[in-house]
């Protein structure tokens, strides 16, 4: 009696096509790319509407120069951000730090660069106390900072007096706004600068890593060993420095400082940060992809002042962006 031996076959698995793994270069290129081609679209079409003027070396400067106070801020946004909270009391301490800089200085005599110290050394402490409120005492990010931007803004208007202080030495302008490098004013070159020392921490160093993990699965970094608080504790404190040289950057560029002077950049910081999670590294909060998508928003209001569109298009430009920024950005991070 012999036995009969049956071989069980299987349907070998289809191997992954090359027309696939192509598409799905193609996909990830195009996420990365998708805003960098929008904002240059959108340069184009201003060019191709007002050359003479939109095209001009004066409006060029105008787009990298002035628009410089809302890169630094919406750097100074990105850092608590990236690790999971977020500081709604930026703009309030850049303001604070424009009107120390510009108190010290016309009222008091202070030398520029020792009341720009002060102002900075002050931003840091700002940061530093939403950082003890939210991460000490577990308060809700946005309720505490909400509370403390009003909080420094009520000092702004009191160190003041509710009235614009003008007249602070032309030689922090010198070194902000007038000189420049290329026609471009070198303040931008300051952010970029910036940008690029916190692009390198976030993506070549242990602390970058672990302020990704935290913003990203915070419960879980914990878990792992890693001082969740500290890291949100340094991003608070780094974000009021930041947002501290904002304000050194408009007292530059104006040569005065006003109760509102930086409270006005906040909303388009915020459409920075979360449009540049859209680009470069898709679902991320990068410090790349918030350069661009300042680019993107300097250039797009700058080509509504030059065809004559009203303050109010500007409004609806930035609102508009954050909007499509956030939805973007959250489906990505899911996915």
């Not at 850049?94 to 102002?119: E, F």
């Not at 900075?120 to 946005?142: D, H, I």
């Not at 909303?267 to 790349?288: D, E, M, S, W």
């Not at 499509?324 to 990505?332: C, K, P």
Request: glycine fraction near 12%.
């Amino acid at each position: 009696m012999s036995a009969t031996e049956t071989v069980e076959t299987t349907d070998p698995q289809p191997a992954p096509s090359v027309a696939q793994g192509s598409g799905s270069v193609r996909g990830r290129w195009g996420e990365k790319a998708a805003l960098p081609v929008a904002w240059l679209v959108l340069f184009i079409v201003f060019a191709a509407l007002a050359p003479e003027t939109f095209l001009s070396m004066g409006n060029l400067s105008n787009i990298l120069g002035s628009q410089s106070i809302l890169f630094m801020l919406a750097l100074a946004a990105l850092l608590p951000t990236r690790s999971g909270d977020l500081d709604l009391s930026l703009g309030s301490i850049g303001g604070l730090s424009a009107i120390i800089v510009a108190v010290l200085n016309v009222n008091h005599g202070v030398s520029v660069p020792v009341a720009c110290l002060v102002a900075v050394g002050v931003g840091g402490l700002c940061g530093a106390f939403n950082g003890l409120f939210v991460v000490k005492f577990k308060t809700e990010p946005f309720i505490m900072t909400l509370g403390t931007g009003t909080l420094f803004g009520g000092l702004v208007f009191w160190i003041a007096n509710s009235t614009t202080i003008v007249g602070v030495d032309r030689s922090l302008s010198m070194w902000t706004y007038l000189r420049q490098i290329g026609g471009v004013p070198v303040q931008f070159f300051y952010c970029l600068l910036v940008m690029l020392v916190i692009w390198y921490v976030m993506n070549h160093t242990p602390l970058g890593v672990r302020n990704l993990f935290v913003g990203q699965s915070r419960e879980v970094a914990v878990l792992s060993g890693i001082n969740a608080d500290r890291i949100r504790f340094g991003a608070f404190t780094l974000a009021g420095v930041i947002a501290a040289l904002a304000g050194v950057l408009y007292v530059g560029t104006t040569g005065s400082a006003g109760p509102t002077s930086v409270e006005t950049f906040l909303l388009p910081a915020y459409a920075a940060v979360f449009l540049g999670a859209t680009t470069i590294q898709p679902g991320r909060f990068n410090a790349l992809g918030t350069g661009v998508a300042v680019l993107f928003l300097a250039t797009g209001t700058a080509g509504l002042q030059l065809l004559g569109a009203q303050d109010y298009a500007q409004q609806l430009f930035y609102g508009g962006a954050l909007v499509l920024a956030v939805a973007i950005s959250r489906y990505l991070r899911r996915n």
